[in-house]
């Protein structure tokens, strides 16, 4: 199969070096010439494990290309994916789809022979019928079939999700678009991962319903997790014991403080938007965006009352800035919220994160430092707000020895209190009595 990737971002990029790995031919498209040139050069633009090597061996082979232009690459594409941007519309919190309708025209005015279009960009219901409309407008000649294929792939274990997952969704309104996406997908399927073929519309409502059920979910133990510290009972404990239960599922399970990243807060926001237009509201959605949100800012909160109720003047060191592991993604981290609280109420900040620092410093002013160690120096208070792995082993007498007072908050939950507290520390979790 031929294959155009309009978008190198991250699900576009991810994407066309799997699909160039399952020995399809594929050329990935990006308007930023910067961008294309790196990609050229073998610089990868986000930090994925294994992606670079996945490239580097593709490329290699001949079978994944980089490439400004898109009208030429079109024109010889048996399917062409749109995975560009949608963000969150500045006012109004529906998502932006202006790149995919632009993508769509400029797609229309390239395409020769019979193409599948697929969008797999996180787009509302009906934007299929719409890139048709527009295609159709913009080519009335051109032969072509609209699906939706959406991505339920996890940042920092991407590839992984690419290659083995639990599903594969794809919304046709043509059965010509059948057989080529079955071909698509062939060594997916041929390893028993169920492609579930359903309406255009359906399928693009799974995507937010998915996204929306899992924010939904974690959102739930969040809130369990406030209830198990004031009433003496522990959240972890409590997730184990109902995820056993096969309907409930244990994971996205963990309390923490608040799901952020480029993915839930902006399609739970959709969500919620697309069902008032069609007043058929969400409001198990509505009420877990403003749950999320409020959560962030009593995670600071929190922070706070470890420290006997006032931060002025004194330092906190936040380990972890990124909203999860294994990325450098920065976007609705927690811990922005957390760093502006603790700011408002006159702290002085430290922080520390193995791969968002650069991101970090477009979003917050605070003292980056190159390793835990350092931002911990004469601190107050540490606050470990990301479970990257080289937190899991801290060498907490150093941190004791090196801290002006020994506060230690954990949101992730990684450490228990009988390993922190012999060490001398006043240890604060989520969801137990500590
Ligand atoms: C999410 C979905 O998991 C993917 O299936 C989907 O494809 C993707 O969005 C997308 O729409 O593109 P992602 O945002 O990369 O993936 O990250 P997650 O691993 O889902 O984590 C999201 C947030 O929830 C993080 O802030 C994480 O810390 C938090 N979380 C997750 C919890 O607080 N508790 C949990 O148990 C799980």
Known sequence: MRIVMVGSGYVGLVSGACFADFGHKVICVDKAEEKIEALRQGIIPIFEPGLDALVETNV???????????????????????????????????????YVYAASKEIAEAMKGFTVVVTKSTVPVGTGDEVERIIRESNPDADFAVVSNPEFLREGAAIEDFKRPDRIVVGISDERARPVMNEVYRPLYLNQAPILYTSRRTSELIKYAANAFLAMKITFINEIADLCERVGADVQDVSRGIGLDGRIGSKFLHAGPGYGGSCFPKDTLALAK?????????????????????????????????????????????????????????????????????????????????????????????????????????????????????????????????????????????????????????????????
């Open 60 to 98: 290699k082979a001949g079978r994944l290309s980089f490439t400004t232009e898109l009208a030429p690459a079109v024109a010889e594409a048996d399917v062409v994916f749109i995975a560009v941007g949608t963000p969150s519309r500045r006012g109004d919190g529906h998502a932006d789809l202006g």
């Open 274 to 434: 697309t069902a008032q237009d069609y007043e058929s509201p969400v409001r198990l959605i509505e009420t877990t965006i403003a749950i999320n949100d409020n959560r962030k800012r009593a995670m600071g909160r929190k922070v706070i009352a470890a420290a006997g109720g006032d931060v002025r003047g004194k330092k906190v060191a936040i380990f972890g800035l990124t909203f999860k592991p294994n990325t450098d993604d920065m976007r609705d981290s927690p811990a922005i919220a957390i760093v502006q609280t603790l700011k408002d109420a006159g702290a002085i900040v430290a922080g520390y994160d193995p791969e968002g620092m650069d991101n970090a410093r477009q979003m917050m002013e605070i003292d980056f430092t190159a390793n835990p160690y350092e931002a911990a120096e004469g601190a107050d208070v540490a606050v470990l707000v990301t479970e990257w792995n080289e937190f899991r082993a801290l060498d907490l007498d150093r941190l004791k020895t090196i801290m002006n007072t020994p506060v230690f908050v954990d949101l992730r939950n990684v450490y228990r209190a009988h390993e922190v507290e012999p060490h001398g520390f006043a240890y604060h979790s989520i969801g137990k009595n500590s």
